[in-house]
């Protein structure tokens, strides 16, 4: 589905949906569910970008339904995986959970063997600005094209409204607060997360804060 221009959801992904953004250096946000890596190669050829189309990969953060393909993606297009820094470790598996997250990572095994690059500071990638929004965990990032944040799990929508992601989930809950002022500072149409549909901004961040 694209959701607005150039910016499509795959909709296999449904669950922790994944996104592609076209443009001179297509970028896939986020990699979804392991399990999920041939549909996810098929939905990209549907669109039209093969295997050495794709040029970069983003991570958001380290939860496992967000890094589940990022391997197999990495081996199919050679693409350049990026992650914040703080999460790398995480996401290797080397850095210890806490709570909840310690029961997932044991549940839902994943390849955690990719190659992945840290954000630079104030850096962008393929054309997405990374923009920092900690909370959710340690390095927590948001992209943004154009006019539309990808949000990752900084928020979630339902039924077209949005809410701040859910608080057993949060590692910082301050930290998830003052993300969320900040993000809202910036000027943005669309909200795409990866736990319900986009939606229009429209005075919805308000409802956040
Ligand atoms: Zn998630």
């Known amino acids: ?18 996104y592609v953004v076209l443009g001179d250096e ?6 979804g569910m392991a399990g999920k890596g041939e549909q996810i190669i098929a939905a990209l050829q549907r669109i039209g970008i093969g295997p050495t189309d794709l040029a970069h990969i983003v991570l ?5 339904d967000h890094i589940g393909n990022a391997r197999q ?26 709570g909840i997250r310690q029961v997932l990572k044991a549940l839902m095994r994943v390849d955690r063997s990719v190659d992945v690059r840290a954000y630079e500071a104030g850096g962008r990638v393929g ?8 909370g959710h965990t340690p390095g927590h990032v948001c992209l943004r094209a154009g006019d539309t944040l990808l949000a990752g799990d900084l928020v979630t929508t339902r039924r077209g ?10 590692w910082d809950k301050a930290a998830l607060r003052r993300s969320l002022q900040e993000v809202g500072r910036l000027t943005f149409d669309w909200v795409c997360p990866a736990h319900g549909l986009p939606v229009r901004r429209g005075n919805l961040w308000e409802t956040l804060l």
Request: proline share 10%.
């Open 1 to 18: 589905m694209e959701v607005t221009k150039g910016i499509h959801l795959l909709e296999e992904t449904k669950g922790s949906f994944v």
């Open 73 to 98: 993606l990495q081996a199919w297009s050679r693409a350049t995986v990026w992650a914040p820094e703080a999460e790398i470790p995480y996401i290797h598996g080397a850095a210890r959970e806490r």
């Open 161 to 170: 409204a949005l809410r701040p992601s859910p608080g057993f989930l949060t």
């Open 127 to 134: 054309g997405l600005e990374v923009i920092p929004a900690p």
């Open 60 to 64: 958001t953060h380290h939860d496992v």
């Open 26 to 31: 297509p970028v896939l946000v986020d990699t």
